[in-house]
Every structure is written in C-alpha cells, then in structure tokens.
C-alpha cells in the first residue's frame, strides 16, 4: 500500500478522490444550508398564510363557539387560543407581525409578545449525510396578541413544524459508501489512464539500458504521448547508431593494430642485444594487451548477443571452474538459487575480469553469493592492498590504473572494471566497490533476478 501511495499513480488517485470528495462535501452543506432556508422562508410564508385563514375564519364564528372551531382548527404549528394570562409584549412588532398586520388591515391590532415560546428552543433531530444531528428552529417562532374587530383578544402561536416521519427513513450510509465507491473507482481509471504513458516510457528507458537494439515504442494515444514516444524513438535511433559507429571504429582500430604489432615482435626477435629485446619485446607485448583489451572493451557495449535465462550458480560454478584450472585460487560459498536473463558470453566475461583482477592484485578470489528483494549479490574479495577512498570511483575509468596496485608488470590496463561495468549496466545491474574491514578490496556485482512470467 505505501508502494501504491507513493507512486505517480497512487499520487493522482489520492489527489482525484480527494478532491471529488472535499468538492461534494462543501456542496452537499451548501445545498443543505439552502435546502433549510428555502425551507425556512417556504415555512413563514405558509404561517403567514395559515394564520390569516385561521384569524379570518374564526371571526366569522360566533363567539360562543370559538372555543370549539379553535379546538378543531389548530394544527401544530399555527395555533389561535384563547388568552388566559397577560404577557408583556415588544415595543415594536417583529418582522412577521408587522407584515401579517399589513395583510390583515388596520382593522386587527396585532402586538408581539416578548417572551419566545418554550417549543422555539427545544432542539430539533434531523437525519443529513453525517448521521442524525441537534439543530434549532430558525424561521419563525413567536407568540402574537390578535385583537378582532370584535374586541376579542386571542393569541396567536407560531411554533416549529413537527419533524418528518419519512426524513429518518433515508440510509445515508449506503448512499454515502455508494458514492465513495463509485468515484474511487472512477479516480483509478483517471489515474491510471494518466500514468500509463508514463510507465510505459519508463519501462522504456530502462528497457533500452539493457537492450539498445528494443523495439521501438508504438505511437498511440493521445497528441502528446505520441509526440514523446516519437521523440523517444529518434533519441534510441541516433544512440543505437552513435554506438554502432563508436565500436565498429574501436573495433577496427585495434583489429588493425594486431597485424603491424605481430610483425614486429617477428622483426624484434632478430635483434641481436638481448637485455634490449627482451625490453622490446615486453613493451610490445603490453601493447597487445592493450589492443586485446580494446577489443574487449568494444565487445562490452555490442548488444548484438541475444538475451536468455540464465542459471547463475551454473555460470559461475563454470568460470570458477576454469579459473582453477588455470592455477587462479578461488573459492565460492554461497548459493543464489536463481535465474538471470541476460547475454552468457557478456556476463562470463564480466566475472572473470571481476576474479582476475582480485588474483592480480590480491593473489586470490573469495567469491560469495546471496539472493534476496529479487536480486543476486556477487562478491568478490581480494587479499591485496585495496584502493584509496578516493580512488574508489576512478578505477572504473577506461585506463586509469592506481599506481599502488596496478602496474604493467602485473598486466593491469585499466579497463577490466569498466568492461565488467558495461555488461553488468547492459543487466540492468550495478558494481560497487568497498574496502573490506579486514583488509582488501571488495566488488560487489548486483544481478536483477529473471521472472518468466514478465
């Protein structure tokens, strides 16, 4: 879940349902506070009318019978009794007495009473989207003196409605879940078709990192996917033709060098002075690793080697194998008990650059091997000096050697580590380089494990 929030998908289906739901909360209470007003103003405006049909029609009753057409008559909410008591009244006339005085004519003297009635603060139970709630009546509520024509004084009561019966009938709660559901769902699909682009050029990139020769992207979608998935495609077409020229010139370069350089180690071997040849012949001989490394070096950005699954135990159990052969003393713990997909001749060659560079300069190779959070972890460690700290990040440019470690009797050219960081780029992997506790030089090649499924 925390991987989901944080992702550029996760992102926007947050910011979406957030938003929606703020959006429809700060409207359902503005539509409800104007629900209750029209309500309200719907309300007065029907007391008002009420009240001028009850005042009307209970004068034209005589009075001796008032007291039984008012038992009948009243209704809650607008009631006409009989006075029983005196109560003091305002000096001026509330808002709804006054205009019911202009609707009734100068004929009806109407006064308010001072004192609200009981029922106007009692509190109210209405049912809204977050669950029953208390409120108090708003709209009119007060106690009028009606004198008649007659001379006869009543008093007019004007209280809150009764509640709804049906109001409590409504399951907000199921709407409410609806409603989340339902925009939860759509803010996915936005998401979703909003990043997908994204990912898919991502996983392009990184497609392209380990495999400059991928198809290229397909230009669909929107106007502006299409434009970047076009752009990204003339980007990969000009890198996949700037390192095919780069290698086939390296390459060239140093396939040509071979012939001159063999003619003239044939040519030196007929120099007379010996300690003089032997000079020659060892400069020149470095001069071919050189140009061997060159090569190698070119062959550890060709892409041209097919990629398949991979057992990493039974590689490396083969280069170790051969190291040993070769009189190398190397010993491997561990076992990654996994699948790689990459190129076998390209990852060979990067283990053992990785096993002779520690034999080089540290006599022997303690190779050891975990898996875990879907990645292998080689590590190769040396008996040797190791490397300054600032040292550490340098080694990996093309012919830079430390001087401590490296030097031309031992055979060092400076490309090794830069060839086995090609390849293991070219895997969508990494190298480090520590130096260990105790003692010597530590790489750390990192592997991402092969799922057949993708």
Not at 78 to 105: C, H, N, W, Y
Request: aromatic share 6%.
């Amino acid at each position: 879940m925390k991987a989901f929030f944080g992702s550029m998908t996760g992102r926007v289906f947050l910011t979406l349902l957030l938003g929606v739901v703020i959006t429809a909360v700060l409207t359902q209470l503005l539509a409800e506070n104007e629900r209750q007003r029209v309500i309200e103003a719907f309300r007065d405006q029907h007391a008002m009318d009420r009240a001028e049909q009850l005042i009307t029609a209970t004068e034209t009753v005589p009075a001796s019978a008032r007291l039984a057409y008012l038992s009948a008559a009243n209704r809650p909410g607008i009631q006409l009794v009989v006075i029983s008591d005196e109560l003091p009244v305002k000096p001026a006339p509330s808002p709804f007495t006054a205009a019911l005085a202009v609707r009734m004519g100068p004929q009806y003297k109407l006064a308010t009473i001072a004192a609200r009635p009981a029922a106007c603060d009692v509190p109210r139970i209405q049912n809204s989207m977050f669950g029953p709630t208390e409120s108090q009546w708003k709209g009119v509520c007060e106690s009028i003196n009606v004198r008649l024509r007659d001379g006869e004084l009543l008093r007019l009561l004007v209280l809150p409605p009764p509640p709804s019966v049906i109001a409590h009938e409504t399951d907000y709660r199921m709407i409410i879940g609806m409603f989340l559901v339902s925009i939860a769902f759509l803010a996915y699909l936005v998401a979703r078709m909003t990043t997908r682009p994204l990912k898919q050029l991502a996983q392009a990139a990184k497609d392209l990192g380990n495999d400059i020769n991928h198809p290229p992207l397909q230009l669909s979608g929107a106007s502006e996917i299409r434009q970047a998935s076009a752009a990204f495609n003339a980007m990969q077409a000009r890198i996949r033709q700037y390192i095919f020229q780069r290698t086939q010139m390296l390459a060239a370069i140093t396939h040509d060098l071979q012939t001159p350089l063999t003619r003239m180690r044939l040519r030196l071997e007929k120099v007379g002075d010996g300690e003089l040849r032997d000079r020659l012949v060892g400069d020149l001989s470095a001069m071919q690793e050189m140009v061997r490394e060159g090569l190698d070096l070119a062959r550890s950005t060709d892409t041209t080697e097919a990629m398949q699954a991979l057992d990493l135990d039974s590689l490396l159990d083969s280069v170790t194998c051969d190291a040993t052969d070769a009189g190398q003393q190397v010993a491997v713990h561990g076992h990654a008990g996994m699948a790689l997909l990459g190129r076998p001749m390209a990852l060979r060659r990067c283990l053992v650059n990785l096993i002779d560079n520690a034999v080089k300069y540290g006599q022997r190779a303690f190779v050891t091997v975990e898996a875990g959070a879907g990645a292998a972890r080689i590590r190769v460690r040396d008996n040797g000096p190791g490397i300054a700290p600032g040292e550490l990040a340098r080694v990996f440019e093309p012919f830079y050697r430390v001087e401590t470690s490296r030097s031309r009797e031992s055979g060092g050219t400076g490309l090794g580590l830069t060839i086995a960081r090609n390849i293991a780029e070219q895997h969508g992997g990494s190298i480090a380089l520590v130096n260990h506790p105790e003692g010597g030089l530590e790489v750390t090649l990192v592997l991402p494990e092969y799922y057949a499924g993708k």
